[in-house]
């Protein structure tokens, strides 16, 4: 394990995932490798991040080769889902989709693809006016409309509106997913380094503040009224 982590941090580029290395050792924090695959597990001090933070090899495709995953727990009734992506990202897989079932005269959803990519066949998407100044660059989608339209309003949608004003590299493509007692959120992030592991642990920390703060919706689900 310490010479997986060590070939990671040799790594090219070199001063991004050494100063990253650094970064979690004056937090008090530990950087461990992850068993026979490249990337990592930060692990922090109690009562210091409501989550995990792991980096790796993607588990979506969308997001290209490699992922930074930061989880936490949220109470949620067992059927609810939400998702929230950059519109250009969420058209886009919103487009695979339609191709594939299209392509392939599926009468039913490949179950082989990735959750909140199902979701999209079978949940509507918040509208404009719900959106309001988040609807040029973010689309989103649940199946309890109201509860998605209050958490993405207030603090939350005011830090998504800064971040589709910073340039491209600062702001990579992500999914936020809401499902099973958990948020999830997957930041695109081939080379992973100090200022956007600390950009996508803010984002996520107040994402999963304001869904805690969010009304709970009812237990059946919502049809978008």
């Not at 950009?199 to 978008?224: I, K, V, W």
Request: charged share 25%; hydrophobic share 45%.
């Amino acid at each position: 394990m310490l010479k997986l982590l060590r070939r990671w941090i040799r790594g090219g580029p070199d001063a991004g995932r050494e100063a990253l290395q650094a970064w979690c050792e004056s937090t008090g924090w530990a950087l461990r490798g992850i068993r026979d695959e490249p990337g990592f597990v930060i692990e922090t001090r109690p009562g210091e991040l409501a989550g995990r933070i792991e980096w790796g090899p993607s588990h979506r495709h969308y997001l290209g080769a490699h992922e930074l995953r930061l989880r936490g727990e949220l109470v949620m009734p067992a059927d609810m889902h939400a998702v929230v992506m950059p519109k250009a990202l969420m058209d886009t897989v919103e487009s695979e989709l339609f191709a594939q079932a299209v392509g392939r005269v599926r009468t039913r959803i490949d179950d082989t693809l990735p959750e909140e990519v199902r979701w999209l066949a079978v949940s509507p998407r918040l509208s404009g006016a719900l959106m309001g100044g988040l609807k040029v660059d973010y689309a989103a989608a649940s199946s309890h409309v109201p509860w998605l339209a209050h958490w993405v309003q207030g603090p939350l949608g005011d830090a998504l509106a800064a971040r589709a004003k910073l340039p491209p590299a600062d702001a990579p493509p992500f999914a936020l997913i809401a499902h099973r007692g958990r948020l999830t959120l997957r930041v695109a992030m081939p080379d992973p380094d100090v200022a956007g592991v600390q950009a996508a642990m803010n984002l996520f920390d107040l994402a999963l503040e304001q869904a805690r703060l969010s009304p709970p919706p009812p237990d059946a689900e919502d049809d978008g009224g």
